[in-house]
């Protein structure tokens, strides 16, 4: 990876792929159980939001801001 | 069981290295910020220090000289801006390792282990038995002579405490500032013994003739009954102890 890269990415990007990890280890082994899978996506998806926003990479959520529906008749 | 300390500025890092060595038996701590990294450091003796370089106060090498000044503790330092002068200077400043990020979960739990193994603290097996008693700690799940036993999250935590120090006198202090946080003290006291007697009752253990945890009068507790791997031969019931620091 470039030297140029944000070192606060460098650090969400070091936590996302421990989450994921985690995520991987929970599905995988019988020796962790689903409340823990599911706390590890939420951690994940927690991560992805924050670099997404770091980067300023919107998210398409599928509105468009200001858009109106046509009107029923 | 081994202690490790983590050491981050960066609430998901701490968040994902703490299940990630928790899963592996390790008993976490974790602090934000150097000041408080140094204080956790001389009031609890980790085994392991998970250090990274980047913090809001001081930096991570003054952690690592104000540390190294009394304790020889390994240090896995974390190196989050890639310059190679900065891992020359935790190292020359008595880092033990380095792992620049992002990093693999497995590599650093490799390399907790190769430093632990250095210096003789290996963890200990994941699960460990003591006088009908087996606690599983990475599952964190716990049977007593056979029966499966509900602990809450404090109980839980209370329990780790007792067996990673078997015979060793917790003072009420010490209980109180590993489980709720240094800034509580003696009003937390009755929260403490409250705790107590609901893991005692869920143990079977009598604090008229304890078979697990003994009440030192107005001092704290000491766990009484030997603890070893699960599936090894436990010795007789461990003596009187001696008094510590903790």
């Known amino acids: 990876m470039p030297d140029a890269v944000d070192h606060r990415v460098r650090n969400i990007l070091a936590a996302l792929r421990g989450h994921l990890e985690l995520a991987h280890e929970s599905a995988t082994s019988d020796r962790v159980g689903p409340d823990d899978l599911l706390e590890d996506l939420s951690n994940a998806l927690d991560a992805l939001g924050r670099l997404e926003s770091r980067l300023g990479v919107p998210v398409d959520t599928g509105r468009r801001p200001g858009a109106v529906p046509p009107a029923l008749h | 069981m081994a202690r490790l300390l983590v050491v981050d500025d960066e609430a998901q890092i701490v968040t994902a290295l703490t299940r990630g060595l928790e899963r592996e038996g390790y008993d976490v701590e974790a602090s934000r910020n150097g000041l408080d990294a140094v204080a956790l450091t001389a009031a609890g003796s980790p085994d392991l220090i998970v250090l990274d370089l980047n913090l809001p106060d001081i930096d991570g090498i003054e952690v690592l000289r104000r540390v190294r000044s009394w304790s020889s503790v390994p240090v896995l330092v974390l190196s989050g801006d890639g310059e190679e002068q900065r891992k020359i200077a935790a190292l020359d400043e008595g880092a033990d390792d380095y792992l620049e990020k992002p990093f693999g979960l497995g590599e650093l ?73 240094s800034s509580h003290g003696d009003e937390t006291l009755q929260t403490l013994r409250a705790h107590l007697r609901s893991l005692r009752r869920k143990l079977g253990d009598d604090s008229k003739e304890p078979r697990f945890i003994r009440t030192e009068t107005r001092i704290g507790y000491r766990w009484v009954a030997p603890v070893s791997p699960a599936g090894r031969v436990a010795g007789g019931r461990l003596a009187g102890g001696t008094a510590a620091d903790a």
């Open chain 2, 109 to 181: 739990r490799a390399r907790v282990r190769a430093l632990l193994r250095r210096a003789g603290a290996a963890p200990d097996s994941a699960t460990v038995s003591a006088d009908g008693l087996e606690v599983d700690l990475a599952l964190k799940a716990v049977t007593v002579d056979g029966s499966t036993v509900r602990l809450t999250p404090t109980e839980w935590r209370l329990l780790q405490l007792f067996v990673a120090q078997p015979g060793k006198l917790l003072t009420h202090q010490y209980l109180i500032g590993r489980i709720w946080g």
